[in-house]
């Protein structure tokens, strides 16, 4: 399987203080892939370094045998990488059409941008009767659709999910959760998931790191680390967070 | 008699406030997409008034046309300070000193242009003549200046431009990404710091466009941007800090009030009617008429 991103020995410092450390990763064309771990460990800023919105210190990122680390956000999304973000990060201001309409700014999925919107307005129809509204008006849940459906206007080469169960109800995660497992099944699109739901991250992925305190700790498949009585012990038993 | 008269200075107030709208618009578009104050933007006024002056008198182009050709030319000396100057203070980290950075680059830039038009074409103050500058229409009682209602239909027509490219295009729809959330609009591949050239162009053409209308019935003179450019931040103060359609409509308020304080006020004192009713708002509705949310730079 050839590689879609590596990711190798990474360090991210914010005002001395190191984030991440020697982080070396890397997704197959394909791939779905979870990163968990604990709040603060550095889940967040790796997505951010791997599109571009952090600065990063030391370590090399290759995005399809190109080294794409001294390039802008702009650029790498331009590329095919699509990074969907904490907290949602919809543009409240504008409707929820062109939020989408934005998602296929890149060249590359301008000319796709009826079929995309068909696909993903499909996948949420809820977009589709709300598509004049503004998309600050939304609740958490749709709000978090409408960046999933951005996400998936740019016909991304590399989806990057960052929690996207983050502060929703239980039943909006579970359909989260089926409808990235249905898009994954749909278009076996390579997938980097970000995840405090490790139960729930590790069942939809094929491998997955476990990354503390700025660090890769564990990686392994999917079963390995389910079965792994770190893992167990610390994430699966402490369910009570 | 005295409703005559109302709607007179109604009417003379909506035609200069068009122009007011203009101006303040493109500084809205700046400071929404930038977070930068741009304190030369009066300046770039002037030196759109001056442009379409150079075109009546050595080549005979209307003022009205005049005003529309200095937008192309505009736009590129807005991308090309950006590039060369703004572009240092904007984005690049610690917003605090930045926005210091910021006041002091474009209060600078104020002060060299005008000292600069001042030294290398004389403070002495210039005028177009035309020949509808001093012609009125005539609707019963109401006289209407003909200057100032094709100054008023032209700065419209370029509001409602704006509006359209502002939310029919994808470029416009791309500025107004990169001003609601700067990070996210670089993960849709939006560059933002084009989005801030195209931003800046933007503003000064439009500033400048209205500075070439002004110049059909305002006399030109090197100083002044000073009697424009406290309007433009109070026109858009009034309409919520980077909102376009306010900044429209705080540029159409600051004409009428100014209009109307001559009802009981002196012209000199015109200003006045603007301040208090600025104060007046912010007491009462401190976001501006059209603000909808606090907006932290």
Same mark, same amino acid.
């Given at each position: 399987?050839?590689?879609?991103?590596?990711?190798? %020995?990474?360090?991210? &410092?914010?005002?001395?203080?190191?984030?991440?450390?020697?982080?070396?990763?890397?997704?197959?064309?394909?791939? =779905?892939?979870?990163?968990?771990?604990?709040?603060?460990?550095?889940?967040?800023?790796?997505?951010?370094?791997?599109?571009?919105?952090?600065?990063?210190? &030391?370590?090399?990122?290759?995005?399809? %045998?190109?080294?794409?680390?001294?390039?802008?956000?702009?650029?790498?999304?331009?590329?095919?990488?699509?990074?969907?973000?904490?907290?949602?990060?919809? =543009?409240?201001?504008?409707?929820?059409?062109?939020?989408?309409?934005?998602?296929?700014?890149?060249?590359?999925?301008?000319?796709?941008?009826?079929?995309?919107?068909?696909?993903?307005?499909?996948?949420?129809?809820?977009?589709?009767?709300?598509?004049?509204?503004?998309?600050? &008006?939304?609740?958490?849940?749709?709000? @978090?659709?409408?960046?999933?459906?951005?996400?998936?206007?740019?016909?991304?080469?590399?989806?990057?999910?960052?929690?996207?169960? @983050?502060?929703?109800?239980?039943?909006?995660?579970?359909?989260?959760?089926?409808?990235?497992?249905?898009?994954?099944?749909?278009?076996?699109?390579?997938?980097?998931?970000?995840? @405090?739901?490790?139960?729930?991250?590790?069942?939809?992925?094929?491998?997955?790191?476990?990354?503390?305190? %700025?660090?890769?700790?564990?990686?392994? %498949?999917?079963?390995?680390?389910?079965?792994?009585?770190?893992? @167990?012990?610390?994430?699966?038993?402490?369910?009570?967070? | 008699?005295?409703? /005559?008269?109302?709607?007179?200075?109604?009417?003379?107030?909506?035609?200069?406030?068009?122009?007011?709208?203009?101006?303040?618009?493109?500084?809205?578009?700046?400071?929404?997409?930038?977070?930068?104050?741009?304190?030369?933007?009066? *300046?770039?006024?002037?030196?759109?008034?001056?442009?379409?002056?150079?075109?009546? #008198?050595?080549?005979?182009?209307?003022?009205?046309?005049? +005003?529309?050709?200095?937008?192309?030319?505009?736009?590129?000396?807005?991308?090309?300070?950006?590039?060369?100057?703004?572009?240092?203070?904007?984005?690049?980290?610690?917003?605090?000193?930045?926005? *210091?950075?910021?006041?002091?680059?474009?209060?600078?830039?104020?002060? #060299? !242009?005008?000292?600069?038009?001042?030294?290398?074409?004389?403070?002495?103050?210039?005028?177009?003549?035309?020949?509808?500058? $001093?012609?009125?229409?005539?609707?019963?009682? #109401?006289?209407?200046?003909?200057?100032?209602?094709? /100054?008023?239909?032209?700065?419209?027509?370029?509001?409602?431009?704006?509006?359209?490219?502002?939310?029919?295009?994808?470029?416009?729809?791309?500025?107004?990404? /990169?001003? *609601?959330?700067?990070?996210?609009?670089?993960?849709? +591949?939006? *560059?933002?710091? $084009?989005?801030?050239?195209?931003?800046?162009? !933007?503003?000064?053409?439009?500033?400048? +466009?209205?500075?070439?209308?002004? /110049?059909?019935?305002?006399?030109?003179?090197?100083?002044?941007?000073?009697?424009?450019?406290?309007?433009?931040?109070? +026109?858009?103060?009034?309409?919520?800090?980077?909102?376009?359609?306010?900044?429209?409509?705080?540029? !159409?308020?600051?004409?009428?009030?100014?209009?109307?304080?001559?009802?009981?006020?002196?012209?000199?004192?015109?200003?006045?009617?603007?301040?208090?009713?600025?104060?007046?708002?912010?007491?009462?509705?401190?976001?501006?008429?059209?603000?909808?949310?606090?907006?932290?730079?």
């Amino acid at each position: 399987m050839s590689a879609m991103l590596k990711v190798s %020995g990474l360090g991210v &410092s914010y005002g001395g203080l190191h984030a991440l450390a020697d982080v070396s990763l890397d997704v197959g064309d394909g791939e =779905f892939v979870t990163i968990v771990g604990p709040n603060g460990a550095g889940k967040t800023t790796l997505l951010k370094a791997i599109s571009g919105a952090v600065r990063v210190g &030391s370590g090399h990122i290759e995005f399809r %045998g190109r080294d794409v680390g001294a390039l802008s956000p702009a650029r790498r999304a331009a590329l095919g990488i699509a990074h969907v973000p904490e907290g949602r990060r919809v =543009f409240p201001s504008l409707t929820v059409l062109d939020n989408l309409e934005l998602g296929s700014y890149r060249a590359a999925a301008r000319s796709r941008r009826a079929e995309s919107l068909e696909a993903v307005l499909a996948l949420f129809p809820v977009l589709g009767s709300r598509a004049k509204q503004l998309a600050g &008006s939304l609740s958490g849940g749709e709000q @978090q659709m409408l960046a999933l459906g951005r996400g998936l206007m740019a016909q991304p080469d590399l989806l990057l999910l960052d929690e996207p169960s @983050q502060g929703l109800g239980p039943r909006i995660v579970e359909h989260i959760f089926e409808t990235i497992a249905e898009i994954r099944r749909r278009r076996r699109l390579t997938i980097l998931l970000v995840e @405090q739901r490790v139960v729930e991250a590790l069942e939809l992925a094929d491998r997955g790191y476990v990354l503390e305190t %700025g660090r890769v700790v564990l990686a392994g %498949g999917r079963d390995a680390l389910l079965a792994d009585r770190k893992v @167990q012990n610390v994430y699966l038993g402490g369910e009570s967070r | 008699m005295i409703v /005559a008269d109302l709607v007179q200075y109604v009417v003379t107030g909506l035609l200069v406030g068009g122009v007011y709208a203009l101006m303040s618009i493109g500084l809205a578009l700046i400071f929404g997409v930038m977070r930068v104050v741009n304190f030369a933007q009066g *300046d770039f006024m002037m030196l759109g008034m001056y442009l379409t002056y150079w075109l009546a #008198i050595g080549y005979g182009v209307d003022p009205l046309l005049g +005003a529309l050709l200095t937008i192309p030319p505009f736009f590129v000396l807005g991308l090309v300070v950006h590039r060369l100057l703004l572009v240092h203070v904007t984005g690049r980290g610690d917003p605090q000193r930045e926005m *210091d950075a910021q006041l002091i680059l474009t209060l600078g830039l104020s002060l #060299i !242009i005008t000292n600069a038009v001042t030294m290398l074409l004389s403070p002495e103050p210039r005028g177009i003549k035309t020949a509808y500058a $001093t012609q009125a229409f005539v609707v019963g009682p #109401i006289l209407v200046n003909q200057a100032r209602s094709y /100054a008023f239909a032209m700065a419209l027509l370029l509001a409602v431009v704006v509006y359209v490219f502002l939310t029919r295009t994808d470029l416009g729809k791309a500025l107004r990404a /990169a001003a *609601d959330d700067p990070e996210a609009a670089g993960y849709q +591949a939006i *560059d933002v710091r $084009t989005m801030h050239g195209v931003a800046f162009g !933007i503003g000064i053409a439009l500033v400048a +466009a209205a500075g070439g209308l002004l /110049a059909t019935y305002y006399p030109i003179e090197p100083t002044v941007a000073v009697n424009f450019i406290v309007l433009m931040f109070v +026109a858009v103060v009034l309409g919520g800090l980077g909102s376009i359609p306010g900044a429209f409509i705080g540029g !159409i308020v600051i004409g009428l009030v100014q209009s109307l304080t001559l009802l009981v006020l002196p012209f000199q004192l015109q200003n006045v009617g603007v301040f208090v009713a600025f104060l007046l708002v912010l007491y009462l509705r401190p976001q501006g008429l059209f603000g909808q949310r606090v907006r932290t730079v």
